[in-house]
């Protein structure tokens, strides 16, 4: 969209999970690498996620849902689409040909990661808080292993018992599950982009690569935006 200072761009932020951290960890990452007349126009439903982790896996109805956010984003005039939840990855891969038909791309934020971290390591711990983004987030590695020609061995780690904590307490945890499986991981990913902002503390105490969503998700959504000439 032109405007008299320049080309106005509006970035759609699609969300199943309402968490403060989340939001603010993605705004701020999205803030940093767009311009500052960027509209972001934010999509919030998070009975996608409820519904999603109550039948362990993507059924219709929350594929629909998360769909119809995404052609709501397109009629409200978005430039690009940035999918925020790992659990629903698939579905945005899904809707891959109806965005490049309409020119709206959609940006998962957890694909670049998932590169990153085939890159950098053979072994990698995923830890994650629900199975119903540990999977599809494994999923999403061994996919873009096979595409990077590579073989990785992936490690699960689940974190119990996340729910309900503060910040503090929730680093606390997450610290010490990161320490079950430092040792035997080249990298340590975090599947939900909400564990961002333990990324820090569990890098100084292990001294491992550890890597969190939104900033990847924030470059991989520019650089779509750059490729449509926006930037």
Same mark, same amino acid.
């Given at each position: ?89 698939? $579905?945005?891969?899904? +809707? *891959? &040909?109806?965005?490049? @038909?309409?020119?709206?791309? /959609?940006?998962?934020?957890? #694909? ?74 080249? $990298?340590?990913?975090? +599947? *939900? &982009?909400?564990?961002? @902002?333990?990324?820090?503390? /569990?890098?100084?105490?292990? #001294? ?24």
């Amino acid at each position: 969209m032109k405007e008299s200072g320049g080309i106005h761009m509006k970035v759609a932020l699609v969300y199943t999970s309402t968490t403060p951290e989340l939001i603010e960890l993605v705004e701020r990452e999205v803030g940093k690498l767009l311009p500052q007349n960027t509209e972001i126009m934010s999509y919030q439903d998070p009975s996608i996620l409820a519904e999603v982790r109550d039948a362990g896996y993507v059924t219709a109805y929350p594929a629909a849902r998360l769909v119809g956010m995404y052609m709501k984003a397109v009629n409200d005039g978005a430039d690009a689409i940035l999918n925020l939840c790992s659990s629903v990855g698939e $579905v945005a891969d899904a +809707a *891959q &040909g109806i965005a490049k @038909y309409i020119g709206v791309p /959609i940006v998962r934020v957890d #694909e670049e990661m998932c590169r990153e971290a085939v890159r950098k390591g053979n072994k990698i711990a995923v830890m994650a808080t629900l199975p119903t983004t540990l999977e599809p987030t494994k999923n999403t590695i061994l996919r873009v292993a096979r595409e990077m020609n590579k073989h990785v061995e992936l490690i699960d780690c689940l974190v119990d018992g996340a729910f309900g904590l503060d910040q503090e307490q929730f680093k606390n945890l997450m610290t010490e599950y990161a320490g079950k499986v430092a040792e035997k991981a080249d $990298v340590i990913l975090f +599947a *939900q &982009g909400s564990m961002a @902002y333990c990324e820090e503390i /569990i890098h100084g105490k292990y #001294e491992k690569l550890v890597v969190s969503s939104p900033r990847f998700g924030a470059l991989a959504l520019k650089d779509a935006l750059v490729a449509k000439g926006l930037m």
